[in-house]
């Protein structure tokens, strides 16, 4: 009865109907799929001479988008009609068009009526983004994202799980209980895949219009306010970015919200009702200009509000109004190897994380005299974002030790695990070329041009400096060198098989002694397929990391 549900539960998931011909042939389809949800997560919208390559496929010429700048909000409409779509307005009393009334969006489109239903409020960029969406779906490329194929991959998928239920089914009659337990597991993770598949194939449609409306606002003929609705939402989509565009976006965001705030506090008003201000907004009484105002005094009023109620470390954090925190310069040390990992200080409790971007701190150790707060950050920890955590730097240097120094900031932390004080990451090491002496057992600043081995690779930074150690050593596979695993290394339990050839094989790494994670969200996210731990790295007598060239290497 369990499967039976959860067959059930999957064609809801679909939303569509599929043919039952699809075959799917082994579960080797997995990877495949597993490799469609990566790429529609790298999703970046770019502009190729005069067009604009969506991820899906889809390609916007630029005598479309020089036309619809010279379109009025009608013959938006009429473009629409033009591909077999009725544009209406919505109205209450009809339970399709009542739909939008419930979301912030100006129009939607429903496929199997093919109608495009708008508000009062609709403007010409917001009828232009439901035209694409049309587009979407009739978009004919060969690139496995657009609509059409990744459905024949999710719905094949769909298949096969389906046939395993029946499988299951047939074991329970057959009162072989374990067997039918062991593959409803396999099943779980089967599910998990398909659900997590189609939500990020969902937002994957929303979110490379909205990238083409941030990036390329200027090229549309879009003003102020709508590339700032389409970081908005961007942000709001934000689980299906790639990383290192989610923490750029998310620093930008952060900025004009700032400055909202600080014009709303300027600017007269007093409080208006929400429910009120969104009515007046979808009927069209108010522009989205005007909304976003009122919005924003109402949030100036409750922030003021709040701050009378905040005191010391809880207001500042609150306001965010701190100074920049200075990065250190890493002197020598001394390393230690305890329980295959490798620490700091002598009683094993400060931990070396080079998988972790941030340097963590108990704060049983937190000193008013001696610290000072330079920041605020959202911790996210064992796959969780806690509350907003103080970053600290010391006032002066007060001792030689690592936690010491004037120019080293940390954030403090009250759950660090296993009995740890603090952990150090790779925020401790923006400034300069790192040696990690295996043999020698130190860690230390290393010469300029130090960096002469043929295991040599290009770290995968990009724009976000120092986040973790992470680097291809093919073309497919990405690794993230953890020091804080305590295991040889670990890959995704959806990945099947890892080919290790080329600079993989120089590596020496061991098939054999690689484990598959049930931690694959935690782990494996920015697409790493290799986790490898201090296990592993002991096989060298040095490695060598430089953040500012973005180069690592190994000396066996």
């Not at 009739?138 to 239920?165: G, H, Q």
């Not at 970081?231 to 965001?253: D, G, S």
């Not at 150090?424 to 081995?453: E, M, Q, R, T, W």
Request: positive net charge; glycine residues 4%.
């Amino acid at each position: 009865m369990v499967m039976k549900f959860f067959a059930f539960f999957l064609y809801f998931l679909m939303n569509n109907t599929f043919s039952t011909s699809v075959k799917f042939a082994t579960p080797d389809q997995l990877s495949v799929v597993y490799e469609l949800y990566k790429k529609a997560g790298q999703c970046r919208v770019l502009k190729e001479k005069s067009s604009y390559q969506l991820c899906s496929g889809l390609i916007l010429n630029e005598q479309l988008i020089n036309e619809y700048k010279k379109w009025d909000l009608k013959q938006c409409f009429s473009e629409i009609s033009k591909l077999g779509f009725k544009v209406e307005k919505a109205k209450l009393g009809h339970p399709l068009s009542e739909e939008i009334l419930k979301t912030s969006k100006r129009a939607l489109v429903y496929y199997k009526e093919k109608t495009v239903y708008y508000l009062p409020s609709i403007n010409k960029s917001d009828c232009f983004h439901e035209l694409i969406h049309v587009l979407q779906r009739d978009n004919k490329s060969s690139n496995y994202l657009n609509y059409n194929k990744r459905k024949i991959f999710t719905n094949a998928l769909l298949v096969l799980i389906e046939k395993k239920v029946k499988d299951v089914e047939k074991l329970e009659k057959a009162k072989k209980k374990k067997t039918a337990a062991e593959l409803g597991i396999e099943l779980q993770k089967w599910i998990k895949l398909l659900k997590k598949t189609n939500e990020r194939f969902h937002l994957l449609d929303e979110i490379e219009i909205y990238q083409l409306y941030y990036f390329y606002a200027k090229d549309l003929g879009l003003s102020t306010s709508q590339r700032e609705m389409a970081l908005t939402n961007l942000i709001q989509y934000q689980k299906a970015l790639p990383w290192e565009l989610k923490i750029t976006l998310k620093r930008v965001a952060r900025k004009l919200h700032l400055q909202k705030i600080k014009m709303a506090d300027e600017s007269k008003g007093s409080l208006s009702d929400p429910v009120q201000l969104l009515n007046d907004f979808n009927s069209g009484k108010i522009s989205r200009e005007s909304f976003e105002g009122k919005s924003y005094k109402n949030l100036s009023i409750q922030r003021k509000e709040k701050l009378k109620s905040l005191k010391g470390l809880d207001r500042k954090l609150f306001v965010g109004g701190f100074k920049d925190c200075t990065p250190m310069s890493f002197s020598s040390k001394k390393i230690y190897f305890h329980k295959n990992l490798i620490f700091l200080d002598k009683e094993s409790r400060i931990l070396l994380d080079t998988g972790a971007q941030d340097s963590l701190i108990s704060n049983k150790v937190y000193n008013r005299e001696i610290h000072r707060i330079c920041g605020s950050k959202k911790l996210a920890f064992h796959n969780k974002t806690v509350s907003e955590l103080p970053v600290l730097e010391n006032k002066k240097d007060v001792g030689s030790f690592l936690w010491d120094k004037k120019d080293f900031d940390f954030i403090t932390y009250d759950n660090l695990p296993g009995g740890l004080i603090g952990l150090v990451g790779l925020s401790a090491f923006k400034k300069g070329l790192i040696c990690l002496d295996i043999k020698n057992k130190k860690i230390y600043s290393c010469p300029k041009d130090s960096i002469k081995s043929e295991l040599s690779f290009r770290l995968d930074f990009k724009e976000i400096k120092a986040d973790a150690l992470e680097f291809y050593c093919s073309k497919n596979i990405k690794v993230r060198l953890d020091t804080g695993s305590q295991v040889y290394g670990d890959i995704p339990e959806v990945t099947t098989q890892i080919p290790i050839g080329g600079d993989c094989k120089k590596l020496s790494i061991d098939k054999a002694q690689l484990i598959r994670s049930p931690f694959d969200a935690l782990y494996f996210d920015r697409d790493v397929m290799m986790n490898l731990g201090t296990p592993w790295l002991m096989q060298f007598k040095m490695v060598k990391f430089d953040l500012n060239n973005n180069i690592i290497s190994f000396e066996k």
